[in-house]
């Protein structure tokens, strides 16, 4: 029997393609039937082509909204068209107001793919029997796409707006499509959009509306020149009432909404925008977007605005202008307030500036990181001993805040009083480039531009910053020593722990003991409401010329910053951190954290105590008598036991030292002295201060000393130097010699000048040119520098 022969996949889908009913009616069915899908396709090919070659105008510009962190709108722009079109979120649409637009404009939207084909044919039937035109029959939908693209009223334009209807039913779900016609809707005059409507006429977001509210809105759009909020409020409220009486019979809301609703007044009329955190609000407008979703707790914000005000009022009797202050919340980083100047309307004093933004000298207020990173280096710990002395580095002379100096100081003393000389010299230790690092991370800005042109004065405020970095850069020692960048903006939460590392926990709760205690020099004097004040740590600062005044304090909760002064850059003597800034710093506690009892920072595992020499602030040796308990970090702090005293071979009648080399065999004796470097010798020398020196060395020894010789302080090795021809100021001669040197002898270009006390000053007049200055002590040990001169007209 032979096999039948198998059919292939062509051949049976040409069988079915040719399929024919065998019975008349069906014949004429599947005839039918074979165009109308022809006709879909061919509508479809058509509706994608045009879609392609006519895309849809749906690229809108909203008002730029800047809101709290609870939603409500602080400030909002114009658009570019000066129109209020403020964007409503999917969430603000809430179920009353949907139901609510949905029963009124279009009840079958839900159920039409754009155009409501029932609608539409009533509407072209009774407009042909009457001649005009009696009904539009526009879906929201419809009217979404007649908003974004205006045309005149014509039966050609209505085809092209059922095309564009189409469109959106494509691109966008039914409830963008709603989302879209909320925003777009014209509320007469220059405002467009629900929630644009609802915060100029009743201060509030769309989803806090009323049934009455919504309803009163939605009637607006279809008469928006007779029925103006505000002017026609009773007109207004007939047709509201018509159409709350109309839900009523069709029972889409219950009797007792429908009273309610009947029964609310209307007295909204046309408000303004909420103009508040003007200088946050144009800081981050640059950055775009429709909704600007802020940190800002708006009380807090409105009664530190209203302390700014109120401390500035006062601080113009002094002839200081304008302040400016950041609140930053510890926990989650986010910037809580942001008050830029006293007054933002203030023409006279510049108030539309940015004091939170602008750079500025930031004073002393860096001078904590500097010692925290010195702690962490094994450098020093909180009471270690620091010389605050004159010094000289390369020219560059620093002075304390008083122009005193005040000898042997602890870290801890250095930093409660702010001291510069220590600080420099702290920095000299630590090194510039790993400061300027650590800087960096903590987004100074300008610093960063200006790293390879700063200097030591950098620590004394001799660079750029602003109040935003000095602020988020004293968040670090309220987190551990970490920095997080302070969030202006709602982004995903920060996890404990994360951010830079800057300073160990050990190091960050060392400093925060010691900026933490009152009895401070900076502690402003005419403050008293400190009892339910919490405790916080701080820091105040002033630039020179007393142009800024600063103060930032911190607890766990939040890190507050304080900017007084002027934009002029006016300075005023009686500027300063301590008296000016920092009252500020405290109400603004007082006010967000009264009477708070929240735990102060404790003592890492990272953190020990020791007995330390209170002389030097290092290990007890065997001739340690007075000792202090002190803070370090096991295996990073120095371990290195006091060096403070040696012991000394010295004649009989104490009046001659020996060394080694000269040490006779025998009629002397060994006494101990406590090491005084040279330049303390001079501090003592100055002010009479009576201290045990060391006699004189044997003038017999023949040794000749390599270490040891005198050091040049003035003039600076290697400085050029103008010199005015018409008021010429001769040069100083000075130097530091060590405890055994008397006696010093001057050389200017290798011609004996004179000869004086080794701790005394000398002055000379200078030749024009390159000029050698030479410094011999008393025990032959020579010095020589270099220096150039140049006389010039001033």
Same mark, same amino acid.
Do not use: C
């Given at each position: 029997m032979k096999t039948p022969k198998r059919k292939t996949i062509p051949q049976f889908i040409n069988r079915i393609i040719t399929w024919r009913p065998r019975h008349r009616y069906a014949q004429v069915a599947f005839k039918w039937s074979k165009r109308l899908l022809l006709s879909i396709f061919i509508a479809l090919i058509l509706f994608f082509s045009l879609n392609w070659v006519f895309p849809l105008p749906d690229r809108i510009e909203y008002s730029t909204i800047i809101t709290d962190s609870k939603g409500e709108v602080l400030h909002a722009f114009l658009t570019k068209d000066e129109k209020w079109r403020m964007k409503t979120e999917l969430e603000e649409i809430s179920p009353l107001l949907r139901k609510t637009i949905i029963e009124k404009e279009d009840k079958y939207f839900y159920r039409h793919p754009g155009i409501n084909a029932l609608a539409v044919g009533r509407a072209f039937v009774k407009n042909i029997f009457r001649w005009k035109r009696t009904s539009g029959a526009s879906t929201i939908t419809m009217q979404v796409a007649r908003a974004l693209e205006p045309k005149g009223r014509t039966y050609f334009n209505k085809i092209v707006e059922?095309? &564009?209807a189409l469109q959106l039913e494509h691109k966008y779900s039914k409830n963008?499509?709603?989302?879209?016609?909320?925003? =777009?809707?014209p509320y007469g005059g220059n405002i467009e959009g629900v929630k644009s409507a609802a915060i100029l006429y009743f201060k509030k977001n769309p989803?806090?509306?009323? =049934?009455?509210?919504?309803?009163?809105?939605s009637i607006i759009p279809n008469r928006p020149s007779s029925l103006v909020m505000g002017k026609h409020n009773d007109r207004i409220v007939q047709e509201r009432n018509r159409w709350l009486q109309r839900f009523a019979k069709d029972n889409v809301f219950t009797q007792k909404e429908i009273a309610d609703a009947l029964s609310e007044p209307l007295n909204a009329i046309r408000g303004t925008v909420p103009q508040l955190i003007p200088h946050l609000a144009w800081k981050l407008k640059q950055q775009g977007g429709d909704i600007i979703k802020t940190n800002i707790e708006q009380n807090t914000q409105l009664k530190t605005e209203k302390l700014v005000a109120d401390y500035a009022r006062i601080l113009t009797l002094k002839n200081i202008r304008n302040a400016a202050v950041i609140i930053i919340d510890n926990q989650t980083h986010n910037v809580i307030t942001y008050v830029g100047s006293a007054n933002f309307t203030d023409t006279i004093d510049a108030g539309q500036v940015n004091g939170a933004k602008a750079i500025r000298q930031p004073g002393s207020t860096l001078k904590p990181l500097l010692y925290g990173l010195c702690i962490d280096e094994g450098l020093m710990t909180p009471k270690a001993i620091i010389t605050d002395v004159a010094v000289n580095y390369g020219g560059y002379a620093p002075e304390n805040y008083d122009k005193q100096f005040n000898g042997y100081v602890t870290m801890e003393y250095a930093l409660e009083h702010s001291l510069n000389i220590p600080a420099v010299k702290s920095l000299q230790g630590l090194g510039l480039e790993p400061f300027i690092d650590k800087l960096t991370v903590c987004n100074f800005q300008q610093v960063k531009k200006d790293k390879r042109k700063l200097g030591l004065s950098l620590i004394l405020g001799g660079c750029g910053a602003t109040l935003e970095e000095l602020t988020g850069m004293y968040t670090i020692f309220a987190n551990n020593g970490r920095y997080v960048s302070p969030r202006y903006t709602q982004e995903a939460f920060h996890q404990p722990g994360e951010g830079e590392k800057i300073l160990t926990p050990a190091a960050t709760f060392m400093i925060n003991e010691i900026l933490s205690k009152v009895n401070r020099p900076d502690f402003p004097l005419n403050w008293q409401s400190t009892e339910h004040m919490p405790k916080i740590a701080w820091k105040t600062g002033t630039s020179y010329g007393r142009r800024d005044a600063w103060s930032i304090g911190y607890n766990k909760k939040y890190t507050v910053g304080i900017w007084t002064g002027n934009f002029s850059a006016l300075g005023i003597p009686e500027l300063s951190g301590a008296n000016i800034a920092t009252p500020l710093l405290f109400k603004i506690f007082n006010t967000i954290d009264y009477d708070s009892d929240q735990e102060w920072f404790s003592q890492p595992t990272d953190c020990d105590m020791r007995i330390v020499c209170s002389e030097t602030g290092m290990p007890p040796g065997e001739h340690c008598e007075n000792t202090v308990s002190?803070?370090?970090i096991p295996l990073i702090s120095s371990t290195q036991l006091c060096n403070n005293m040696q012991e000394i071979a010295i004649s009989a009648n104490e009046k001659i030292s020996y060394c080694k080399t000269c040490q006779?065999?025998?009629?002397? $004796? $060994? $006494?101990?002295? &406590?090491?005084v470097t040279p330049d303390m010798q001079r501090y003592f020398d100055e002010r009479h201060i009576v201290y045990e020196k060391m006699p004189e060395h044997n003038p017999a020894c023949e040794r000749v000393f390599k270490d040891g010789g005198p050091a040049i302080t003035s003039p600076r090795s290697g400085t050029e130097y103008f010199i005015s021809k018409k008021h010429p100021e001769p040069l100083q001669l000075s130097c530091n010699v060590g405890n055994d040197v008397h006696k010093v002898y001057w050389y200017v270009n290798n011609q004996f000048y004179k000869a004086d006390e080794a701790h005394n000053r000398q002055f000379f007049m200078p030749e024009e040119g390159p000029v050698k200055i030479s410094c011999t002590d008393d025990k032959g040990r020579n010095r020589d520098i270099w220096i150039r001169v140049k006389y010039v007209d001033l």
């Open positions: 059922m095309f &564009r963008e499509i709603l989302q879209l016609y909320l925003n =777009l809707v989803d806090h509306l009323s =049934l009455a509210e919504i309803t009163a809105l002190d803070y370090f006779p065999a025998g009629g002397y $004796k $060994k $006494k101990w002295y &406590r090491t």
